[in-house]
């Protein structure tokens, strides 16, 4: 299948730091990539959808101005997570959309993110 | 967000014993997924169901999309032991992507040995 690479795989920063996680789609082009955290023995929960080129589209509940998403080339995604505080502590995976079928989304590895 | 039922919540087998999981939705999906994750690793697909009443096979895994479109279960034979971890099933309102999965709750396998 086709592989999305995300950087870093785990990061630990201080309270009040930003971070940026890149989401990457390295053997095909995505114009949909989403963003999904996921707390320990919990399921997967989608935060935002990121269109190239355009602004990403946020769930309920999820903070825009905290976690920003920038869809900048077809195969590039970042989320930042702004001010991070530990709460924000996650495990943040990614996905991209290769084709048009629902089985043509790959995932990212993950990046944890621990904040002291 | 909203989560789809999935059961069990864990099971504990023994190796060479068949397994089976179900996940059910107040809610019609058009697509079913079925996914393994492995301890902090991404999701990685299993089997994609497109059809009412579709039955799949991959391998030793087996998934049926219900009739209703409201449920889906996965079968695996014969248990080995790679594939201990957390099996997740998602549904897609849409057949065609850039649409959002919405996630079941998992279901945890661990082999005994």
């Known amino acids: 299948g086709a592989v999305v690479s995300q950087h870093p795989s785990w990061v630990i920063c201080k309270s009040g730091t930003s971070v940026k996680i890149e989401c990457r789609s390295l053997?095909?082009?995505?114009?949909?990539m989403f963003w999904y955290r996921q707390f320990p023995k919990q399921s997967l929960m989608l935060m935002a959808t990121?269109?190239?080129?355009?602004?990403?589209?946020?769930e309920q509940g999820v903070e825009k101005d905290k976690f920003l998403i920038n869809h900048a080339s077809l195969t590039l995604s970042t989320l930042t997570v702004t001010s991070a505080h530990p709460e924000d502590s996650s495990f943040y995976i990614c996905s991209a959309q290769e084709g048009p079928r629902a089985g043509e989304l790959f995932f990212g590895e993950g990046s944890r993110l621990t904040v002291l | 967000g909203q989560q789809l039922n999935q059961s069990p919540q864990s099971m504990f087998i023994q190796e060479g014993e068949d397994v089976s999981m179900n996940c059910t939705s107040s809610s019609i999906f058009n697509t079913w997924l079925w996914y393994k994750q492995d301890p902090g690793e991404g999701p990685v697909l299993l089997i994609a169901?497109?059809?009412?009443?579709e039955l799949t096979s991959n391998g030793r895994l087996t998934a049926q999309f219900g009739i209703t479109r409201k449920d889906s279960f996965l079968n695996i034979s014969a248990s080995i032991p790679s594939d201990v971890g957390i099996y997740f099933c998602?549904?897609?309102?849409?057949?065609?992507?850039?649409?959002?999965?919405?996630f079941g709750t998992g279901t945890r396998l661990t082999i005994i040995p």
């Open positions: 169901l497109y059809k009412a009443g």
């Open positions: 998602a549904g897609q309102d849409a057949n065609f992507g850039n649409e959002k999965l919405t």
């Open positions: 990121s269109n190239e080129g355009s602004k990403a589209t946020y």
């Open positions: 053997d095909f082009q995505a114009t949909t």
